[in-house]
Protein backbone atom coordinates (compact mmCIF):
# COMPACT_ATOMS: atom_id res chain seq x y z
CA UNK A 1 0.00 0.00 0.00
CA UNK A 2 1.17 3.33 -1.27
CA UNK A 3 2.28 5.46 2.11
CA UNK A 4 1.56 9.36 0.94
CA UNK A 5 3.57 10.60 3.88
CA UNK A 6 6.85 9.24 2.07
CA UNK A 7 9.06 11.27 0.98
CA UNK A 8 9.53 9.05 -2.19
CA UNK A 9 5.67 8.89 -2.47
CA UNK A 10 5.42 12.98 -2.31
CA UNK A 11 8.04 13.62 -4.37
CA UNK A 12 6.44 11.78 -7.13
CA UNK A 13 3.04 13.55 -6.43
CA UNK A 14 4.52 17.41 -6.32
CA UNK A 15 6.75 15.67 -9.40
CA UNK A 16 3.65 15.54 -11.17
CA UNK A 17 1.75 18.73 -10.38
CA UNK A 18 4.52 20.91 -11.03
CA UNK A 19 4.65 19.22 -14.73
CA UNK A 20 0.57 19.80 -14.86
CA UNK A 21 1.64 23.68 -14.23
CA UNK A 22 4.68 23.98 -16.27
CA UNK A 23 3.35 21.82 -19.72
CA UNK A 24 6.81 19.76 -19.72
CA UNK A 25 7.28 16.20 -19.71
CA UNK A 26 8.67 14.10 -17.49
CA UNK A 27 8.92 10.61 -16.89
CA UNK A 28 7.80 8.47 -14.53
CA UNK A 29 8.42 4.57 -13.81
CA UNK A 30 5.10 2.46 -13.88
CA UNK A 31 5.25 2.07 -10.07
CA UNK A 32 5.26 5.58 -9.61
CA UNK A 33 1.97 6.35 -11.93
CA UNK A 34 0.57 3.83 -10.01
CA UNK A 35 1.16 5.62 -6.58
CA UNK A 36 0.24 9.03 -8.33
CA UNK A 37 -3.36 7.51 -10.06
CA UNK A 38 -4.00 5.81 -6.58
CA UNK A 39 -3.51 8.86 -4.16
CA UNK A 40 -5.86 10.63 -6.67
CA UNK A 41 -8.06 7.89 -6.87
CA UNK A 42 -8.13 7.77 -3.03
CA UNK A 43 -8.99 11.62 -2.24
CA UNK A 44 -11.69 11.40 -5.10
CA UNK A 45 -9.93 13.48 -7.39
CA UNK A 46 -11.13 11.40 -10.51
CA UNK A 47 -10.30 13.58 -13.38
CA UNK A 48 -6.66 14.32 -12.59
CA UNK A 49 -6.07 10.80 -11.93
CA UNK A 50 -7.55 10.36 -15.76
CA UNK A 51 -4.51 12.75 -16.92
CA UNK A 52 -1.73 10.75 -15.39
CA UNK A 53 -3.30 7.60 -16.16
CA UNK A 54 -3.35 8.51 -19.62
CA UNK A 55 -0.20 9.83 -19.75
CA UNK A 56 0.94 6.58 -18.08
CA UNK A 57 -0.16 4.42 -20.02
CA UNK A 58 1.64 6.61 -23.44
CA UNK A 59 4.46 5.55 -21.60
CA UNK A 60 4.13 2.50 -20.13
CA UNK A 61 1.61 0.78 -22.47
CA UNK A 62 2.43 -2.74 -21.38
CA UNK A 63 1.68 -2.42 -18.06
CA UNK A 64 -0.97 -4.41 -16.70
CA UNK A 65 -1.20 -2.84 -13.33
CA UNK A 66 -1.70 0.30 -15.09
CA UNK A 67 -4.58 -1.50 -17.31
CA UNK A 68 -6.29 -2.74 -14.06
CA UNK A 69 -6.26 0.76 -12.45
CA UNK A 70 -7.80 1.59 -16.54
CA UNK A 71 -10.55 -0.92 -15.63
CA UNK A 72 -11.30 0.20 -12.19
CA UNK A 73 -12.22 3.96 -13.72
CA UNK A 74 -14.03 2.65 -16.17
CA UNK A 75 -15.98 0.63 -13.06
CA UNK A 76 -16.62 4.30 -11.52
CA UNK A 77 -17.94 5.81 -15.00
CA UNK A 78 -19.71 2.83 -15.01
CA UNK A 79 -18.85 1.47 -18.26
CA UNK A 80 -18.68 -1.66 -17.46
CA UNK A 81 -18.59 -3.14 -21.05
CA UNK A 82 -15.17 -1.58 -21.99
CA UNK A 83 -13.97 -2.54 -18.25
CA UNK A 84 -14.90 -6.46 -19.24
CA UNK A 85 -13.01 -6.03 -22.41
CA UNK A 86 -10.03 -4.71 -20.95
CA UNK A 87 -10.20 -7.39 -18.26
CA UNK A 88 -9.60 -10.23 -20.77
CA UNK A 89 -7.04 -8.68 -22.68
CA UNK A 90 -4.75 -8.36 -19.11
CA UNK A 91 -6.44 -11.64 -18.04
CA UNK A 92 -4.37 -13.16 -20.88
CA UNK A 93 -1.23 -11.45 -19.98
CA UNK A 94 -1.51 -12.69 -16.49
CA UNK A 95 -4.28 -15.32 -15.69
CA UNK A 96 -3.19 -15.70 -12.03
CA UNK A 97 -3.84 -12.15 -10.99
CA UNK A 98 -6.76 -11.81 -8.24
CA UNK A 99 -7.45 -8.32 -8.51
CA UNK A 100 -9.09 -9.26 -12.32
CA UNK A 101 -11.81 -11.79 -10.74
CA UNK A 102 -11.97 -8.53 -7.75
CA UNK A 103 -13.21 -6.38 -10.69
CA UNK A 104 -15.25 -8.60 -12.40
CA UNK A 105 -17.10 -9.35 -9.70
CA UNK A 106 -17.42 -5.72 -9.02
CA UNK A 107 -19.18 -5.61 -11.83
CA UNK A 108 -21.39 -8.02 -11.92
CA UNK A 109 -22.88 -7.05 -8.25
CA UNK A 110 -23.06 -3.50 -9.47
CA UNK A 111 -24.98 -4.79 -12.53
CA UNK A 112 -27.16 -7.27 -9.71
CA UNK A 113 -25.87 -9.99 -10.93
CA UNK A 114 -24.94 -11.66 -7.38
CA UNK A 115 -24.67 -15.16 -8.62
CA UNK A 116 -21.57 -14.69 -11.06
CA UNK A 117 -19.84 -11.67 -8.04
CA UNK A 118 -19.82 -14.94 -6.06
CA UNK A 119 -18.79 -17.21 -8.64
CA UNK A 120 -15.87 -14.35 -9.38
CA UNK A 121 -14.93 -14.06 -5.47
CA UNK A 122 -14.38 -17.72 -5.47
CA UNK A 123 -12.04 -17.57 -8.31
CA UNK A 124 -10.04 -14.50 -6.26
CA UNK A 125 -10.05 -16.96 -3.31
CA UNK A 126 -8.12 -20.11 -4.53
CA UNK A 127 -5.48 -17.44 -6.23
CA UNK A 128 -5.18 -14.89 -3.23
CA UNK A 129 -2.58 -15.47 -0.09
CA UNK A 130 -4.61 -13.11 2.02
CA UNK A 131 -8.46 -14.06 1.84
CA UNK A 132 -9.64 -11.83 4.68
CA UNK A 133 -10.88 -9.21 1.93
CA UNK A 134 -12.95 -11.54 -0.08
CA UNK A 135 -14.47 -13.38 2.86
CA UNK A 136 -15.97 -9.71 3.45
CA UNK A 137 -16.96 -9.26 -0.02
CA UNK A 138 -18.55 -13.04 -0.29
CA UNK A 139 -20.48 -12.14 3.36
CA UNK A 140 -21.87 -9.24 1.52
CA UNK A 141 -22.95 -10.75 -2.15
CA UNK A 142 -24.55 -13.39 0.09
CA UNK A 143 -26.32 -10.93 1.92
CA UNK A 144 -27.58 -8.50 -0.76
CA UNK A 145 -28.78 -12.29 -1.94
CA UNK A 146 -30.67 -13.10 0.81
CA UNK A 147 -28.62 -16.51 1.73
CA UNK A 148 -28.21 -15.91 5.46
CA UNK A 149 -26.44 -19.04 5.94
CA UNK A 150 -24.04 -18.86 3.00
CA UNK A 151 -23.14 -15.45 4.50
CA UNK A 152 -22.73 -15.93 7.98
CA UNK A 153 -20.12 -18.62 7.11
CA UNK A 154 -17.92 -15.75 5.59
CA UNK A 155 -18.59 -13.04 8.46
CA UNK A 156 -17.52 -15.58 11.06
CA UNK A 157 -14.37 -15.90 8.77
CA UNK A 158 -13.37 -12.58 9.07
CA UNK A 159 -14.79 -12.59 12.79
CA UNK A 160 -12.29 -15.81 13.87
CA UNK A 161 -9.15 -14.01 11.94
CA UNK A 162 -10.11 -10.43 13.76
CA UNK A 163 -12.18 -10.57 16.84
CA UNK A 164 -12.32 -6.56 16.51
CA UNK A 165 -13.84 -6.51 12.93
CA UNK A 166 -16.98 -4.62 13.70
CA UNK A 167 -18.85 -4.56 10.63
CA UNK A 168 -18.47 -8.07 10.16
CA UNK A 169 -19.62 -9.31 13.86
CA UNK A 170 -22.43 -6.55 13.07
CA UNK A 171 -23.33 -8.36 9.51
CA UNK A 172 -23.05 -11.83 10.98
CA UNK A 173 -25.31 -10.79 13.96
CA UNK A 174 -27.84 -9.73 11.55
CA UNK A 175 -27.33 -13.09 9.50
CA UNK A 176 -28.37 -14.83 13.00
CA UNK A 177 -31.14 -12.38 13.44
CA UNK A 178 -32.61 -12.97 10.15
CA UNK A 179 -32.11 -16.95 10.57
CA UNK A 180 -33.96 -16.47 14.04
CA UNK A 181 -30.52 -18.35 15.98
CA UNK A 182 -30.40 -16.33 19.00
CA UNK A 183 -28.42 -18.64 20.84
CA UNK A 184 -25.93 -18.72 18.20
CA UNK A 185 -25.67 -14.97 18.48
CA UNK A 186 -25.25 -14.85 21.97
CA UNK A 187 -22.39 -17.80 21.27
CA UNK A 188 -20.21 -15.64 19.05
CA UNK A 189 -20.59 -12.09 20.93
CA UNK A 190 -19.57 -14.41 23.74
CA UNK A 191 -16.40 -15.91 21.64
CA UNK A 192 -15.79 -12.10 21.34
CA UNK A 193 -15.69 -11.53 24.76
CA UNK A 194 -13.03 -13.96 25.68
CA UNK A 195 -11.04 -12.89 23.55
CA UNK A 196 -11.60 -9.05 25.00
CA UNK A 197 -13.80 -8.98 28.07
CA UNK A 198 -14.00 -4.92 27.78
CA UNK A 199 -15.41 -5.13 24.09
CA UNK A 200 -17.77 -2.36 24.93
CA UNK A 201 -19.33 -3.26 21.18
CA UNK A 202 -20.07 -6.56 21.56
CA UNK A 203 -21.45 -6.41 25.69
CA UNK A 204 -23.48 -3.37 23.58
CA UNK A 205 -24.93 -5.77 21.35
CA UNK A 206 -25.78 -8.81 24.26
CA UNK A 207 -27.89 -6.54 25.91
CA UNK A 208 -30.06 -5.75 22.41
CA UNK A 209 -30.68 -9.37 22.01
CA UNK A 210 -31.49 -9.58 25.69
CA UNK A 211 -33.87 -6.98 25.21
CA UNK A 212 -35.27 -9.04 22.67
CA UNK A 213 -35.69 -12.04 24.29
CA UNK A 214 -37.39 -10.22 27.26
CA UNK A 215 -34.81 -10.95 29.67
CA UNK A 216 -34.44 -7.43 31.22
CA UNK A 217 -31.87 -8.49 34.17
CA UNK A 218 -29.32 -9.41 31.40
CA UNK A 219 -30.34 -6.77 29.67
CA UNK A 220 -29.35 -4.55 32.51
CA UNK A 221 -26.21 -6.31 33.30
CA UNK A 222 -24.84 -6.50 29.52
CA UNK A 223 -25.28 -2.33 28.97
CA UNK A 224 -23.68 -2.08 32.49
CA UNK A 225 -20.75 -4.21 31.50
CA UNK A 226 -20.39 -2.04 28.31
CA UNK A 227 -20.35 1.18 30.20
CA UNK A 228 -17.80 0.03 32.51
CA UNK A 229 -15.91 -1.12 29.37
CA UNK A 230 -16.06 2.19 27.99
CA UNK A 231 -18.05 4.86 30.35
CA UNK A 232 -18.03 7.38 27.11
CA UNK A 233 -20.30 4.68 25.18
CA UNK A 234 -23.00 6.83 24.76
CA UNK A 235 -24.99 4.09 22.69
CA UNK A 236 -24.80 1.96 25.79
CA UNK A 237 -26.74 5.31 28.21
CA UNK A 238 -28.79 5.56 25.38
CA UNK A 239 -29.79 1.71 24.98
CA UNK A 240 -30.05 1.30 28.53
CA UNK A 241 -31.76 4.53 28.96
CA UNK A 242 -34.63 3.19 26.65
CA UNK A 243 -35.26 -0.19 28.28
CA UNK A 244 -35.36 1.38 31.88
CA UNK A 245 -37.92 4.46 30.05
CA UNK A 246 -39.44 0.86 28.40
CA UNK A 247 -40.26 -0.45 32.21
CA UNK A 248 -41.44 2.16 33.87
CA UNK A 249 -37.80 3.49 35.61
CA UNK A 250 -38.48 6.99 33.92
CA UNK A 251 -36.43 8.80 36.46
CA UNK A 252 -33.10 6.66 36.13
CA UNK A 253 -33.47 6.41 32.22
CA UNK A 254 -33.37 10.50 32.28
CA UNK A 255 -29.93 10.18 34.10
CA UNK A 256 -28.63 7.87 31.54
CA UNK A 257 -29.97 10.51 28.61
CA UNK A 258 -27.68 13.10 30.41
CA UNK A 259 -25.08 10.65 30.86
CA UNK A 260 -25.35 10.22 26.85
CA UNK A 261 -25.57 13.65 26.37
CA UNK A 262 -22.22 14.16 28.37
CA UNK A 263 -20.48 12.27 26.45
CA UNK A 264 -21.16 13.32 23.25
CA UNK A 265 -23.50 15.85 21.05
CA UNK A 266 -26.89 16.31 22.37
CA UNK A 267 -28.95 15.05 19.24
CA UNK A 268 -33.14 15.47 18.77
CA UNK A 269 -33.08 11.98 19.71
CA UNK A 270 -32.12 12.27 22.88
CA UNK A 271 -34.10 15.37 23.54
CA UNK A 272 -37.05 13.87 22.38
CA UNK A 273 -36.78 10.54 24.59
CA UNK A 274 -35.51 12.79 27.90
CA UNK A 275 -39.32 15.17 26.97
CA UNK A 276 -41.07 11.82 27.15
CA UNK A 277 -40.14 10.28 30.28
CA UNK A 278 -40.92 13.66 31.94
CA UNK A 279 -44.26 13.45 30.11
CA UNK A 280 -45.02 9.63 31.38
CA UNK A 281 -44.14 11.76 35.40
CA UNK A 282 -46.23 14.14 34.66
CA UNK A 283 -43.73 17.16 34.13
CA UNK A 284 -45.45 18.67 31.92
CA UNK A 285 -43.68 21.99 31.53
CA UNK A 286 -40.03 19.98 31.68
CA UNK A 287 -41.56 17.57 28.54
CA UNK A 288 -42.40 20.49 26.55
CA UNK A 289 -39.11 22.28 26.86
CA UNK A 290 -37.29 18.67 25.84
CA UNK A 291 -39.26 18.67 22.98
CA UNK A 292 -38.92 21.97 21.81
CA UNK A 293 -35.22 21.39 21.94
CA UNK A 294 -35.85 18.06 20.16
CA UNK A 295 -37.59 20.01 17.21
CA UNK A 296 -34.82 23.20 17.75
CA UNK A 297 -32.02 21.03 17.32
CA UNK A 298 -32.88 19.35 14.09
CA UNK A 299 -36.35 21.03 12.31
CA UNK A 300 -36.46 18.37 9.85
CA UNK A 301 -36.93 15.57 12.33
CA UNK A 302 -40.57 14.21 11.96
CA UNK A 303 -40.32 12.19 14.53
CA UNK A 304 -39.60 14.94 16.62
CA UNK A 305 -42.16 17.22 15.33
CA UNK A 306 -44.66 14.06 15.93
CA UNK A 307 -43.84 13.79 20.05
CA UNK A 308 -44.36 17.36 20.08
CA UNK A 309 -47.45 17.62 18.35
CA UNK A 310 -48.74 14.81 19.89
CA UNK A 311 -48.17 15.85 23.72
CA UNK A 312 -50.09 19.22 23.09
CA UNK A 313 -52.76 16.29 21.25
CA UNK A 314 -52.78 14.66 25.10
CA UNK A 315 -52.89 17.98 26.62
CA UNK A 316 -56.39 19.17 24.36
CA UNK A 317 -54.44 22.22 23.02
CA UNK A 318 -56.10 22.19 20.12
CA UNK A 319 -54.66 25.47 18.73
CA UNK A 320 -50.99 24.46 19.02
CA UNK A 321 -51.57 21.22 17.70
CA UNK A 322 -52.75 22.92 14.73
CA UNK A 323 -49.70 25.64 14.54
CA UNK A 324 -47.02 22.74 14.80
CA UNK A 325 -48.57 20.40 12.58
CA UNK A 326 -48.80 23.10 9.93
CA UNK A 327 -45.75 24.15 10.95
CA UNK A 328 -43.82 20.45 10.65
CA UNK A 329 -45.73 19.82 6.86
CA UNK A 330 -43.70 22.30 6.11
CA UNK A 331 -40.45 20.76 6.52
CA UNK A 332 -41.72 17.05 6.22
CA UNK A 333 -44.49 16.98 3.64
CA UNK A 334 -43.52 13.29 2.68
CA UNK A 335 -44.14 12.38 6.26
CA UNK A 336 -46.92 9.56 6.80
CA UNK A 337 -46.54 9.61 10.11
CA UNK A 338 -47.22 13.81 10.39
CA UNK A 339 -50.07 13.20 7.74
CA UNK A 340 -51.97 10.84 9.81
CA UNK A 341 -51.85 12.61 12.91
CA UNK A 342 -52.82 15.59 10.75
CA UNK A 343 -56.16 13.00 9.62
CA UNK A 344 -56.77 12.13 13.01
CA UNK A 345 -57.23 15.70 14.49
CA UNK A 346 -58.73 17.20 11.91
CA UNK A 347 -61.39 13.92 12.35
CA UNK A 348 -61.32 14.91 15.83
CA UNK A 349 -62.06 18.52 15.51
CA UNK A 350 -64.42 18.01 12.52
CA UNK A 351 -62.44 19.43 9.99
CA UNK A 352 -63.75 17.42 7.03
CA UNK A 353 -62.25 19.14 4.47
CA UNK A 354 -58.84 19.25 5.83
CA UNK A 355 -59.23 15.71 7.08
CA UNK A 356 -59.91 14.71 3.11
CA UNK A 357 -57.12 16.47 2.34
CA UNK A 358 -55.19 14.55 4.70
CA UNK A 359 -56.81 11.23 3.56
CA UNK A 360 -55.34 11.88 -0.46
CA UNK A 361 -52.08 12.90 0.54
CA UNK A 362 -51.92 9.64 2.39
CA UNK A 363 -52.63 7.65 -0.65
CA UNK A 364 -50.75 9.97 -2.82
CA UNK A 365 -47.79 9.02 -0.64
CA UNK A 366 -48.50 5.03 -1.18
CA UNK A 367 -49.88 4.22 1.93
CA UNK A 368 -53.17 2.75 -0.33
CA UNK A 369 -54.96 0.96 2.44
CA UNK A 370 -58.63 -0.21 2.58
CA UNK A 371 -59.07 1.81 6.18
CA UNK A 372 -57.73 4.87 4.68
CA UNK A 373 -60.01 4.37 1.63
CA UNK A 374 -62.97 3.31 3.68
CA UNK A 375 -62.28 6.91 6.41
CA UNK A 376 -62.18 8.78 2.84
CA UNK A 377 -65.29 7.43 1.62
CA UNK A 378 -67.11 7.93 5.09
CA UNK A 379 -66.23 11.91 4.70
CA UNK A 380 -67.45 12.08 1.32
CA UNK A 381 -70.71 10.31 2.63
CA UNK A 382 -70.91 12.90 5.49
CA UNK A 383 -70.49 15.90 3.54
CA UNK A 384 -72.77 14.12 0.89
CA UNK A 385 -70.62 14.10 -2.13
CA UNK A 386 -71.87 11.01 -3.46
CA UNK A 387 -70.20 11.32 -6.62
CA UNK A 388 -66.64 11.66 -4.93
CA UNK A 389 -67.69 9.11 -2.73
CA UNK A 390 -68.38 6.90 -5.09
CA UNK A 391 -65.09 7.08 -7.45
CA UNK A 392 -62.84 6.32 -4.70
CA UNK A 393 -65.19 3.55 -3.26
CA UNK A 394 -65.45 2.07 -6.93
CA UNK A 395 -61.69 2.06 -7.16
CA UNK A 396 -60.91 0.45 -3.75
CA UNK A 397 -64.00 -2.28 -4.61
CA UNK A 398 -62.03 -3.00 -7.75
CA UNK A 399 -58.68 -3.26 -5.87
CA UNK A 400 -60.15 -5.07 -2.71
CA UNK A 401 -62.93 -6.71 -3.75
CA UNK A 402 -63.34 -9.23 -1.11
CA UNK A 403 -63.69 -5.83 1.04
CA UNK A 404 -67.60 -5.82 2.34
CA UNK A 405 -67.61 -2.68 3.85
CA UNK A 406 -66.18 -1.05 0.81
CA UNK A 407 -68.72 -3.22 -1.01
CA UNK A 408 -71.72 -1.36 1.43
CA UNK A 409 -70.28 1.73 0.70
CA UNK A 410 -70.12 1.51 -2.65
CA UNK A 411 -73.71 0.13 -2.82
CA UNK A 412 -75.25 2.78 -1.10
CA UNK A 413 -73.50 5.39 -3.17
CA UNK A 414 -75.13 3.48 -6.13
CA UNK A 415 -78.89 4.72 -4.38
CA UNK A 416 -78.32 8.42 -3.98
CA UNK A 417 -76.78 8.07 -7.39
CA UNK A 418 -80.28 6.84 -9.14
CA UNK A 419 -78.46 3.78 -9.78
CA UNK A 420 -80.08 1.28 -7.83
CA UNK A 421 -79.90 -1.65 -10.18
CA UNK A 422 -76.17 -1.57 -9.88
CA UNK A 423 -76.55 -1.21 -5.92
CA UNK A 424 -78.39 -4.07 -5.59
CA UNK A 425 -76.36 -6.39 -7.72
CA UNK A 426 -73.45 -5.49 -5.31
CA UNK A 427 -75.68 -6.02 -1.64
CA UNK A 428 -76.85 -9.20 -3.72
CA UNK A 429 -73.87 -10.39 -4.16
CA UNK A 430 -73.41 -11.23 -0.58
CA UNK A 431 -75.59 -12.07 2.61
CA UNK A 432 -75.59 -8.68 4.84
CA UNK A 433 -75.36 -9.66 8.34
CA UNK A 434 -77.29 -7.57 11.44
CA UNK A 435 -74.04 -5.88 12.41
CA UNK A 436 -73.42 -4.86 8.42
CA UNK A 437 -77.20 -3.81 7.95
CA UNK A 438 -77.11 -1.29 11.39
CA UNK A 439 -74.07 0.14 9.77
CA UNK A 440 -75.53 0.62 6.50
CA UNK A 441 -78.61 1.80 8.22
CA UNK A 442 -76.55 4.87 9.12
CA UNK A 443 -74.64 5.40 6.48
CA UNK A 444 -77.64 5.74 4.49
CA UNK A 445 -80.40 6.59 6.44
CA UNK A 446 -82.60 7.47 3.32
CA UNK A 447 -82.20 4.14 1.19
CA UNK A 448 -85.70 2.66 1.70
CA UNK A 449 -86.77 6.16 0.28
CA UNK A 450 -85.01 6.02 -2.28
CA UNK A 451 -85.24 2.25 -3.31
CA UNK A 452 -89.14 3.02 -3.40
CA UNK A 453 -88.82 5.81 -5.62
CA UNK A 454 -86.68 3.94 -7.86
Not at 174 to 181: A, D, K, S
Not at 314 to 320: A, M, R
Not at 384 to 389: M, P, S, Y
Not at 408 to 430: H, M, N, P, Q, T
Amino acid sequence: MLNYNSEEAQSSISKFEHMLKTNLIYFFDAQEFEDIVIHYLGFGENQLAKKALKMALEQHPSSHELMLLQSEIFILDEKYEMALDLLEYVEKINPFDEEIALQKASIASKKGDHKTSIKQLHQALNISEDPLEIWNLLGMEHLLSEEFKEASFFFKNCLDENPEDHPSLYNLLYCHEQLGQIEQAIACLNEVLEHDPYSEVAWLQLGKIFVKSEKIKEALSAFDYAIISDENFSGAYIEKGGLLESIGRSNEAIENYEFAMNTSDPTSFIYKCIGRCHENLGNFNLAKKFYFKSVQLEPSNEKSWESLILFFLNQKKYKKVKLYLDRALKSNSDSISLWKISLEFNTLTGKKERAIISCKKLIELGNYEPDLLIQLIDLFIENKQWVEAYKIGEEAFTDFPENRNIALRVAGCCLYLSRAKEGLYILSSFNINTSEQKLFNVLFPNFRKLLSNS
